[in-house]
């Protein structure tokens, strides 16, 4: 109709406020994570922290669980307590500390701040973010999908700059100053968020959908106390017991990580709100989550694994280039940004043609397993200080972002359709805790990597590879069963 705000591209003009929001807030998260790896695990005289490497790849695959756990007291907070307009903003000035108390050259212990105040404003931030960009449409608005596609653009625009940024700062001065280019990201886009989300965001998003009741605050505040005396009780023992080190500490959250969506999946199929037909849907889920945390996982190691094999194994001085293993971050980005629109056109052209959700899956994943299957040729007869030329890392990327444009969009839209009612909220954590429980299991998985090792290498690429065919050959025999379970939802 004619009424309708058309201020950015044709989409309401608060699309621009949240484009640039999370556009800033991915510039600060992937420019930090480019250097953070290095940062850990560089000499003291070179300024990093002299870190053990595999403790340093561990922490950087539990970081990324918990900052994608933390959603789902994100989704919390905003639905009952602050509503979603506040609750980015909070999120936001959390980060922007988190990557303040990383620009001061104080240790381990700033590592660790920054970490907790990242995970939880990125919590509060992202999925938030995402839930406005849902409610800036109407009912039936034909510019929907078209307006999560710019979104997306959003999204890896900031990831695809900010490893350069970031890393040119850090090689001209120090880690520091490539952490402090982060936080002013955040603080930009907190600003633009401020100063456009006055005018442009709805009313609505002041307030909690759900507001919490007198009684539900009660009951809320005593599981708070529960669990917070819980962890306190943990850590005392692990202190008595001499165990309370980051090892140790990084594998009861890798538990957690695994066992928050078995706990959900448990709840929502046992649940009295969920009706036979949406049991049905769920069950067709699990399947789906599985391979999507397959995915993640993989995904997700090319900021730790992949980041290694750059720095050690890889040619840096190649053709003329003098590159720097931060700058292969853009690699993800990049294929996403060139990619999105020759998905968006095919699934178009198929129409009704196009594969299933699951059968969609497999694809990725089978993709996902060349990936890492093609890492193995160069390494085969090379000689101990040989090293890879780039080149292949690019290919590797441009391999498995054509798995991510299988499973990412489309995971995302079937976890909509597959939600039962009283949990569609919580469905949009299930999304992000994929990616968390596939995080999860990489910060052991990770641990067996040894850059600079061909022989390790190949192993490790073929073992993930044949685990990840394995589960594509699995899920192709899930397909008419899934599609059974699914009820209609396509
Ligand atoms: N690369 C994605 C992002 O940064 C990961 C997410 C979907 C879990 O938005």
Known sequence: DEKKDRGFFGQPTGLRTLFLTEFWERFSYYGMRAILLFYMYYAVTKGGLGMDRTTAASIMSIYGSLVYMS????????????????????????????????????????????????????????????????????????????????????????????????????????????????????????IVY??????????????????????????????????????????????????FTIDNVITIISIL????????FIMMLTSKKVTKIE???????????????????????????????????????????????????????????????????????????????????????????????VLIIPLMGLSANGKVSPLWLVLSWGIIEIGEMLISPVGLSATTKLAPKAFSGQMMSMWFLADSAGQAANAQIVKLFVPGDPKNEMMFFGVTGIVTLVAAVLLILCVPWIKKMMKGVN
């Open 71 to 190: 959603s789902v007291l994100g989704g919390f907070i905003s639905d009952r307590l602050l509503g979603a307009r506040r609750t980015v903003f909070w999120g936001g000035v959390l980060i922007m500390l988190g990557h303040i108390v990383l620009s001061f050259p104080i240790g381990e212990t700033g590592l660790f701040l920054s970490i907790g105040l990242i995970v939880i404003g990125t919590g509060l931030l992202k999925p938030n973010v995402s839930e406005m960009v849902g409610g800036l449409y109407s009912e039936g608005d034909p510019r929907r999908d078209s307006g999560f596609s710019i979104y997306v653009m959003g999204i890896n625009l900031g990831s695809l700059f900010a490893p350069q940024a970031v890393n040119s700062m850090s090689n001209a001065f120090n880690f520091h100053a490539g952490f402090s280019l982060a936080a002013i990201g955040m603080f930009i886009g907190l």
């Open 194 to 243: 401020w100063w456009d989300g006055r005018k442009y965001l709805p009313e609505s998003s002041l307030h909690a959908p759900d507001p919490i009741t007198d009684e539900e605050r009660g009951r809320f505040i005593k599981r708070v106390s529960i669990a917070v005396v819980a962890v306190i009780i943990i850590v005392a023992v692990l202190i008595f017991a001499h165990a």
């Open 257 to 264: 990580g695994i066992g928050l969506p078995v706990g959900y």
């Open 279 to 373: 049991r049905s849907r769920v069950f067709a889920y699990i399947p789906l989550f599985i391979a999507a945390m397959i995915f993640w996982a993989i995904e997700e190691q090319g900021s730790v694994v992949l980041a290694l094999f750059a720095a050690e194994q890889t040619q840096l001085n190649f053709a003329g280039l003098h590159l720097s293993a931060p700058q292969f971050q853009m690699l993800n980005p990049f294929f996403i940004i060139i990619y999105t629109p020759f998905f968006a056109w095919l699934w178009i052209k198929l129409g009704k043609r196009q594969p299933s959700s699951p059968s969609k899956f497999w694809m990725g994943l089978v993709a996902t397993a060349i990936s890492y299957f």
